[in-house]
């Protein structure tokens, strides 16, 4: 049961982590006019 639930943790931060990137680099692709990533 622990290691279950830890491993969520872990997942939910890795799915936030790369969510929060992807908003990131839209919003500076944006604003700042980066490349896009092909």
Known sequence: MTKTS??????????????MMSGIWQYGHYVYDWAAPD
């Open 6 to 19: 830890r491993y969520f943790i872990k997942t939910s931060f890795l799915c936030f982590g790369l969510g």
